[in-house]
C-alpha cells in the first residue's frame, strides 16, 4: 500500500559554475512524481540550464576512490550512473515530462510524472535501508553562492 508524501528541503545552497550535492532525509521507498525546485536567493546572473541528477546511494557522490576494493558494503567509487535514481533533469525542455504547461526558467525547475520513477535507497542493509535521497545540481554558469528551496512528492512504498 502506498502513502502519499512530499518532501521539502529549505534554504539549500549551491555555488554558481560548479556541481553541489544536497543529501536530504528521504523515505527508502518512493514513486517519485513530483520535483520542484526553485531560487529564493543569490544573485548569480548567467546561471544558464540547471542540470539535476537525482541518485539513490553515497557512493554516487563520493571523491574518487578505491579503497573498499570489491566489498559491496566498502566505500568505492563506481560510475555514479550505476546509482541515478531517474533521468537528469534540466530546465531546458530537453527530458520528457507529463506536464506540458511547465514553467521552467534559469531559476526553477518543475516536474510531474503520472507514472512516476520508483526509488529505492541502496545504502545500508537490505532489512535497514538508509532514509536519504542524493540531489546533485548543476549550475554550469555564472558564479556567487545561491540559495534554493526544493520539494519531491509522490508515494511512499514503505
Known sequence: MSTPY?????NLQASAGEATVW??????????NRF???QTGGNAPGIGNIIVT????????????????????????????LYQALPRLRNDN???HDDAATE???????????TGYVYTNQD???????????????????????TWDLSIGGDRLD
Open 104 to 114: 521552467d526558467t534559469e531559476n526553477q525547475l518543475i516536474r510531474f510524472w503520472q
Open 36 to 38: 520542484v525546485l526553485l
Open 54 to 81: 537525482l541518485f539513490n546511494s553515497r557512493r554516487a557522490v563520493l571523491p574518487s576512490a578505491s579503497s573498499g576494493g570489491a566489498d559491496p558494503a566498502g566505500d568505492y567509487t563506481a560510475s555514479p550512473r
Open 124 to 146: 545500508g542493509s537490505v532489512s535497514n535501508r538508509d532514509r536519504k535521497i542524493y540531489v546533485h545540481i548543476d549550475l554550469p554558469a555564472g558564479s556567487g553562492l545561491t
Open 23 to 32: 543529501e536530504v532525509d528521504f523515505p527508502t521507498n518512493m514513486r517519485i
Open 6 to 10: 512530499n518532501k521539502e528541503a529549505r
Open 94 to 96: 530537453t527530458i520528457p
